[in-house]
């Protein structure tokens, strides 16, 4: 049975590979056997992430581009699959997003997030896919979108926007590739412990340089997540080894949250006393 979850000799894309949940993923993809390209606008976290790849015994091949730039990361698929022989895994997580009212935000600043979060998924895909149907391998492709995705998100209306497409986008592809024996799935984190929401956002991923948050913050965040605490992007790794391996073989087009639970919690929340509320201060009598 644990055959089923390897990846053996299966050869992994990924974006924003160098830092965060694409950097975990990169390492769990390893971890199951895969050889991975890691595409990161960061060269040193590029370079780092390969590191732990090879680190897990795997090939790994840092390049360094943007998202934003079709011609490059257009490139680097092809770059991949030549120089590996083959691509059998895509894995778009590269993404971004600045808080701020709609009413505000620019339009340069609302186009800036359509490129990274939702164009670079698709042209990642109509690359990566020609490839894997050439191969004649089928493949596996997981979109890491965001449970904003299916929920409001004030303040982040665009970039939920962008993360409800890459839903849609999810469940259409996986009609269309389906003759090729390509699944076509996505994961949805919550609140997860990355660099980046912890101020580490350019430079090598250093745990050291992290913010040290409040104990009084920390429990209002782990009460908000029915789990009690906050995600480790290694997890995400581990929902992405299952959706890239035999072990899901039957599964495509879904939505899979990662989020602690989160999405089931629908604004209820576990009280300073322990019980759930829909508000904290409110007493419903449970």
């Given at each position: 049975?644990?055959?089923?979850?390897r990846l053996?000799?299966?050869?992994?894309?990924?974006?924003?590979?160098?830092?965060?949940?694409g950097?975990a993923?990169?390492?769990?993809?390893?971890?199951?056997?895969?050889?991975?390209?890691?595409?990161?606008?960061?060269?040193?976290?590029?370079?780092?992430?390969?590191?732990?790849?090879r680190?897990?015994g795997?090939?790994?091949?840092?390049?360094?581009?943007?998202v934003?730039?079709?011609?490059?990361?257009?490139?680097a698929?092809?770059?991949?699959?030549?120089?590996?022989?083959?691509?059998d895994?895509?894995?778009?997580?590269?993404?971004?997003?600045?808080?701020?009212?709609?009413?505000?935000?620019?339009?340069?600043?609302?186009?800036?997030?359509?490129?990274?979060n939702?164009m670079s998924?698709?042209?990642?895909t109509?690359?990566?896919?020609k490839?894997m149907?050439?191969?004649?391998?089928?493949?596996?492709?997981?979109?890491?979108?965001?449970?904003?995705?299916?929920?409001?998100?004030?303040?982040f209306?665009?970039?939920?926007?962008?993360?409800?497409?890459?839903h849609s986008?999810?469940?259409?592809?996986?009609?269309?590739?389906?003759?090729?024996?390509?699944?076509?799935?996505?994961?949805?984190?919550d609140?997860t412990?990355?660099?980046?929401?912890?101020?580490?956002?350019?430079?090598?991923?250093?745990?050291?340089?992290?913010i040290?948050?409040s104990?009084?913050?920390?429990d209002?965040?782990?009460?908000l997540i029915?789990?009690?605490?906050?995600?480790?992007?290694?997890?995400?790794?581990?929902?992405?080894v299952?959706l890239?391996?035999?072990?899901?073989?039957y599964?495509?087009?879904v939505?899979?949250?990662?989020?602690?639970?989160t999405s089931?919690?629908?604004g209820?929340?576990?009280?300073?006393?322990?019980?759930?509320t829909?508000?904290?201060?409110?007493?419903?009598?449970i």
């Amino acid at each position: 049975m644990t055959d089923r979850i390897r990846l053996d000799n299966e050869i992994a894309f990924v974006t924003g590979g160098g830092g965060g949940i694409g950097r975990a993923i990169a390492i769990r993809l390893a971890e199951a056997g895969a050889d991975v390209a890691i595409f990161d606008i960061i060269s040193e976290r590029a370079e780092e992430a390969a590191e732990r790849v090879r680190e897990a015994g795997r090939r790994a091949m840092p390049i360094t581009g943007d998202v934003m730039d079709s011609n490059a990361l257009n490139t680097a698929i092809a770059d991949t699959a030549n120089n590996f022989g083959r691509l059998d895994i895509l894995v778009n997580n590269a993404g971004g997003v600045a808080a701020r009212p709609f009413l505000e935000q620019s339009e340069r600043s609302m186009r800036k997030h359509i490129d990274i979060n939702l164009m670079s998924m698709l042209i990642a895909t109509q690359a990566a896919a020609k490839h894997m149907i050439k191969g004649g391998h089928g493949g596996a492709i997981i979109n890491v979108a965001s449970i904003e995705a299916v929920r409001a998100a004030p303040n982040f209306a665009v970039y939920a926007a962008c993360k409800a497409g890459m839903h849609s986008f999810t469940k259409s592809m996986a009609l269309e590739l389906s003759q090729y024996d390509i699944r076509v799935n996505c994961i949805a984190p919550d609140h997860t412990i990355t660099p980046g929401n912890q101020g580490n956002r350019s430079g090598p991923v250093d745990p050291d340089s992290w913010i040290h948050h409040s104990d009084e913050r920390i429990d209002a965040m782990n009460r908000l997540i029915p789990l009690a605490r906050e995600g480790i992007d290694l997890e995400c790794g581990d929902a992405a080894v299952f959706l890239a391996s035999a072990m899901s073989n039957y599964i495509t087009g879904v939505l899979l949250p990662v989020d602690g639970g989160t999405s089931a919690s629908s604004g209820w929340v576990r009280g300073k006393n322990g019980k759930w509320t829909l508000n904290e201060g409110l007493s419903f009598g449970i």
